[in-house]
């Protein structure tokens, strides 16, 4: 008896604003590219290996994709997990592309979201017991 799995897991941030479509009503499809970097190194004998970045194809679909849609952006730093899966197609000129793909199963947005300003001036600022008119004005 065998397992058998497919799975992948990445951390990267999003190369560009997400690619959303929607095929029915209300149901869509979002599309991202992610780079993962490797850090370079430098050899015992002083060799250089420079940083290397791959750029990842993310598929979303459902309630994820709308998830993407209202909140990932370019830039924004992503861990996700899925599968990968692999096709081919014919373009117009009657060459084979074959595309690999990452179908994302969970996500989770790594990159802190700025406050809205209301929540970050009742943080920020102390609360006045009383406002009359005989305050002085800070203007």
Known sequence: ???????VML???????PDVRYYDAD??????????TERGYVLKNGTKVPDRTD????????QLAKIVEQYVHKGDKLY???RLRYNTYDDQQGRRHYVTEIQ??????????????AEESKATKPASPKQGIDEELPF
């Open 55 to 62: 750029w990842h194809s993310l598929v979303f679909y459902r």
């Open 104 to 117: 994302v199963e969970n996500l989770e947005l790594l990159t802190p979201k700025p406050k809205p300003a």
């Open 80 to 82: 996700v997990e899925g």
């Open 11 to 17: 951390i990267g941030n999003v190369g560009k604003e």
């Open 27 to 36: 149901q869509c499809v979002a599309k991202v590219t992610l780079a993962t």
């Open 1 to 7: 008896f065998c397992h058998i799995m497919n799975k």
